[in-house]
């Protein structure tokens, strides 16, 4: 099966299930590229859309912090990322219970990035 359909199926599963508030606060992201060095933290929408963001190098794996649940100070919203490559092919995707790492399955650039908290 083509990585973008099951990425499509994925998504409308998400998009299925509740959501916890906010819409619009954005997710941070940080690149641990394949030699090991890191790249500032990045921005991306909170959002069951794929959103351009490019790595700037061959991502090994990637830092996820969801936004902080202000229901319940000093915790954090979960969230579920996907990355793909310059033709929106998957290249690994996975959930964060919080601030946590997803690792790619594929080792490439990334190109867009979907993450929406649970
Ligand atoms: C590691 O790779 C990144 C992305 O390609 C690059 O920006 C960075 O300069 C590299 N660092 C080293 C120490 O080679």
């Not at 619009?24 to 030699?35: K, S, V």
């Not at 912090?65 to 793909?84: D, I, M």
């Not at 219970?97 to 649970?118: A, H, M, R, W």
């Amino acid at each position: 099966m083509r990585a973008s359909i099951v990425l499509a199926a994925l998504t409308s599963l998400v998009a299925a299930a509740p959501q916890i508030q906010i819409s619009t606060n954005e997710i941070g992201l940080i690149f641990t590229y394949t030699n090991g060095s890191q790249s500032e933290q990045k921005w991306v929408a909170n959002s069951i859309s794929q959103e351009p963001l490019n790595s700037g190098g061959i991502v090994d794996n990637v830092f996820v912090r969801p936004p902080e649940n202000t229901a319940v100070p000093g915790h954090y919203l979960g969230a579920r990322c996907a990355f793909l490559d310059f033709q929106s092919r998957g290249l690994g995707v996975g959930h964060v219970n919080g601030p946590g790492i997803i690792i790619l399955e594929s080792k490439d650039v990334i190109e867009y990035v979907q993450c929406n908290t649970d």
